[in-house]
């Protein structure tokens, strides 16, 4: 067992009265409770601070889901706008050959999206982390006849 040094702290009235009644209260010593006092406070494990942290953290995945949010209302209304642009409106009649050769179409989508998810992959990491850079080839081209075709 380690030998144990003596030291001679000062407190205040009001700090003291505390602490005393906290031990007679509590039966700890005087000692025990100043060590556990003093592991803590230099360990940096209060609960306060444990607190902070992991609010901290929380505040850090309530960003990450901000920026997911945004990033799938963009890519949604992107998504609509150049459905709306590239599909015509289905002439009367035809909707239910429309709906039989969706099917398919929407089934494959459908198994694309689960191999993504279940493969690990995410779509918004790789927007966020390999952005492809607006002055890529053909990139002005296929803007503009969008935009032209939007008008």
């Given at each position: ?52 942290k992991r609010l ?96």
């Open positions: 067992m380690s030998r144990r040094k003596n030291i001679h702290p000062y407190l205040s009235d009001d700090l003291l009265d505390r602490f005393k009644k906290f031990t007679a209260a509590s039966g700890a010593t005087e000692s025990s409770v100043v060590e556990a006092a003093l592991t803590e406070y230099l360990d940096q494990t209060s609960h306060k601070r444990m607190l902070l901290n953290s929380i505040g850090a995945a309530l960003e990450r889901l901000e920026r997911d949010s945004t990033i799938t209302m963009e890519t949604l209304g992107a998504f609509v706008h150049m459905w709306m642009v590239h599909n015509p409106k289905v002439p009367d009649g035809r909707e239910d050959l429309q709906r039989k050769a969706a099917a398919p179409r929407f089934a494959a989508f459908q198994s694309y999206v689960t191999k993504q998810i279940t493969g690990g992959r995410r779509f918004f990491n790789d927007l966020v982390e390999n952005p492809v850079p607006l002055d890529s080839p053909g990139q002005d081209q296929r803007l503009e006849a969008d935009s032209a075709r939007s008008g």
